[in-house]
C-alpha cells in the first residue's frame, strides 16, 4: 500500500507527457475558418463587380420605346464616343481596321450578331460609316443599342 513518486498527485514524469502532447497537438491544428470567411467575402464581392464590368468604354446613349433583345452568346460591340473615336469590345481602332478585326473574331462567320452603340452626341456621319463598313463586307445582323425610355 505505498504510493510511487508519480503517482496520481501530478507530480513527476506524468506532467512532461502531457506537457509534450499539448505542444503537438496545438501545431497539428489549423484553424481554417478565418480563410472561408475572406474566401466567402471576396467571392460575393466578385459576384456584385462581375454585371458592372460588362462594358468599358462610357457612352451616353440615346433612349427609344425598342423592346431588350434575347441574347445566350455576348455579342461583338463597336462603340462610337462623343470624340468620333471607335471601339471594338473596348480596343480603340481606326475605321479602316473594322472589318478585318471583325473578320478575326466572328465566330459564326458573316451572321455574326454586332451591335454599334454610338454616343448621343457622337457625329451621326461617324456611325454611319461604321455601320456601311460592316453591311459591305457581308455581315447582315446589325444592332443600334439603345436604351428604353424612361416615362417622365
Excluded at 452568346?73 to 470624340?83: D, E, G, R
Excluded at 478585318?100 to 455574326?112: D, R
Excluded at 448621343?120 to 456601311?132: D, F, L, P, Q
Aim: charge should be neutral; aromatic fraction near 4%; proline fraction near 5%.
Amino acid at each position: 500500500m505505498g504510493m510511487s513518486a508519480g503517482g496520481a498527485n501530478g507530480s513527476g514524469g506524468g506532467r512532461r507527457g502531457r506537457r509534450g502532447r499539448r505542444r503537438a497537438g496545438a501545431i497539428s491544428e489549423i484553424n481554417v475558418t478565418p480563410l472561408v470567411d475572406v474566401m466567402l467575402v471576396l467571392l460575393i464581392i466578385f459576384m456584385v463587380a462581375a454585371p458592372m464590368m460588362t462594358v468599358g468604354v462610357p457612352i451616353d446613349l440615346p433612349e427609344t420605346q425598342a423592346k431588350a433583345m434575347n441574347s445566350d452568346t455576348q455579342p461583338i460591340t463597336i462603340s462610337v464616343n462623343p470624340a468620333g473615336e471607335i471601339y471594338l469590345q473596348e480596343t480603340p481602332i481606326v475605321i479602316d481596321e473594322v472589318v478585318p478585326k471583325l473578320e478575326a473574331i466572328a465566330t459564326t462567320g458573316y451572321n455574326e450578331r454586332i451591335y454599334v452603340r454610338g454616343d448621343t452626341a457622337a457625329a451621326y456621319g461617324v456611325v454611319m460609316k461604321v455601320m456601311a463598313r460592316i453591311s459591305s463586307a457581308g455581315y447582315k445582323n446589325i444592332g443600334l443599342v439603345t436604351l428604353q425610355e424612361q416615362d417622365r
